[in-house]
């Protein structure tokens, strides 16, 4: 069977081709997934991802200023209070629009450090999975627009944008893993 002059079996010969065709560029079927990509590279994120960060913005956003417009004001109030609202919506909006200018880079942008933040913090499409990656991404929300008022004292937006990577890489490096 594996004597000197031994024929290689059928499988043996099928798998040599199919590497060689692999090392040739000219892959085909099983081989194509493994590449040397990363799986970022090769696969989008899902849309839960996108749905745990905007459910974070809009956490993050809306209910501080709602709770501090409705325990301010009474019910008779009510114009005040919607107003003061709105202003506390357009005022962390602003903010938030801050620690985007000051915190993005050539390399890495705001948006996509919050989405691979989002990424990095969620194990699966569930509710567990929204109470990890949620909070998660509020507090980076938070601590990035701190960054950026931290910044602008310092007086360099290359410092906030040094502080938001190295934020972005330790909610990677403290990945949750399925």
Known sequence: ?????????????????????????RSRGALDRMTTESSSARYGLGLHVYLYFWLSLLIVSVWPAGYIATHLFTQDQYVQGLTLLAFL?????????????????????????????????????????????????????LISIGASLVSLFDGDAEKAQLRFQNLVAWFDRNRMYQ
């Open 1 to 25: 069977m594996f004597g000197v002059g031994a024929r290689p079996s059928r499988w043996t010969a099928c798998a040599g081709r199919a590497l060689e065709a692999h090392a040739a560029g």
């Open 89 to 141: 919506v357009v005022a962390f909006q602003g903010l938030f629009w801050l620690a985007r200018r000051r915190c993005s880079s050539a390399s890495l942008s705001v948006w996509r450090g919050l989405l691979k933040i989002t990424r990095a913090m969620t194990v699966g499409v569930g509710l567990m999975s929204m109470f990890v990656a949620v909070p998660c991404v509020m507090a980076a929300i």
